[in-house]
């Protein structure tokens, strides 16, 4: 059962997503905000703590942000029935994040997902086989990453997308048949994973001396990034490796950054922009992300390197506002992440796939 007032606002968020022009997101954020102050007990505390409540800020940007290693500590959910929970990766022993959902809320986040793909990644609306680099949520059902790709295959997938991550490893032999196939028929492909998977995919095509020219429209996107558990690799490596075993020019390799503990995503803008240079983060009409300076918690200047915080209207049954150990910078078209803060705990889907590859990679 819902918290009283919670399906008003699921339904004036479902709204903004289709018409942003429709309300306001000032007056959207406050009224999560009010719904989360008396229906969170961490988020009444922490907003009583610092003075910010409801009935003494005006501005979106004045919401006290949660910490997301606070998911590891509390239970922050509203009062609403739990259809599923997801929890982060992380180190070996580590206590995880755990983020609830209701079955309104997952639905939510099915449009955020929907929303976000039309806009950033596929913008040309071209319809393309799914091959994703991960296990699928029957083999992960903890992990939000498995789940989003699910949603992707079953609103904008050809017949023959599938998961290709086992309990043995990549399904190396089902990759190349059906990269094979496609390439045969001109059949677009679409290649979705964590970033470690496809680390793992070509080096097995560089080893092999594997190179494939997919046919036009086919597109990569990878999740996440590099943690230091395989290896770091640059963006321009990874682009230059890609165009050349895959034959997707850079402009169509993209980049999602996603949380266990937000509904929505953020893809950068090389497929909207047409271009490489464009691996900014963009934000859709639902979110915010600031970069703010860990010792005035003011936003950053421009260029200079802070924690990421975001604010995500589709967070509806957990603290809206997040602030991460994810490092970045604001620039003119966006913002990057660069890396984790020090002393934060290595985590991310990514590293879960590479966990999962180990000793598969041929």
């Known amino acids: 059962m819902q918290p009283s007032g919670e399906s008003t606002l699921v339904s004036r968020i479902r709204r903004f997503m ?31 703590l610092t003075g910010r409540t409801p009935g003494t800020i005006e501005q979106w940007t004045d919401i006290p942000p949660v910490p997301a290693r606070a998911f590891k500590r509390y239970r922050l959910f509203t009062d609403a029935d739990i259809a599923h929970t997801f929890t982060s990766s992380g180190t070996s022993g580590a206590v995880r994040s755990e983020a609830h959902f209701s079955k309104a809320g997952l639905e939510l986040m099915t449009a955020s997902i929907i929303h976000n793909a039309q806009q950033f990644f596929l913008p040309d609306g071209r319809a393309t086989v799914i091959l994703v680099l991960a296990p699928s949520p029957e083999l992960a059902p903890g992990m939000i990453m498995a789940w989003g790709m699910r949603r992707l295959i079953e609103h904008f997938g050809r017949s023959g997308s599938r998961f290709l991550v086992t309990p043995d490893g990549l399904d190396r032999k089902a990759l190349m048949e059906t990269l094979g196939t496609c390439t045969e028929s001109d059949i677009p492909i ?12 070509l080096d097995g095509l560089i080893a092999n001396t594997t ?26 490596e990874l682009d230059a490796v890609i165009h050349d075993r895959l034959g997707i020019p850079p402009h169509r390799s993209v980049n999602l950054l996603g949380m ?6 953020f893809y950068d803008g090389v497929m909207v922009q047409g271009s490489a240079r464009y691996r900014s983060k963009q934000n859709a009409p639902w979110t915010r992300t600031q970069v703010l300076d860990p010792r005035t918690m003011q936003p950053a200047k421009n260029g200079e390197p802070g924690l990421l915080c975001h604010w995500d209207l589709a967070n509806v049954e957990r603290p809206m506002v997040i ?35 180990q000793g598969h990679a041929r």
């Open 323 to 357: 602030l991460t150990d994810d490092l970045g910078a604001t620039e003119p078209t966006g913002w990057r992440v660069l890396g984790r803060a020090r002393g934060a705990e290595s985590k991310g889907c990514s590293l879960t796939i590479d966990d999962m590859l």
């Open 190 to 201: 679409t290649l979705i994973g964590a970033s470690f998977g496809f680390v793992h995919l």
């Open 260 to 265: 266990t503990e937000l509904a929505s995503q």
């Open 211 to 236: 190179r494939f020219q997919l046919p036009g429209g086919s597109r990569l996107m990878d999740a996440g990034g590099f943690k230091g558990r395989s290896r770091v690799v640059e963006r321009s």
């Open 18 to 48: 289709e018409s942003p022009e429709c309300d306001d997101f000032n007056a959207l954020a406050l009224g999560v905000f009010a719904h989360q102050y008396k229906h969170i007990e961490a988020v009444r505390r922490l907003a009583d």
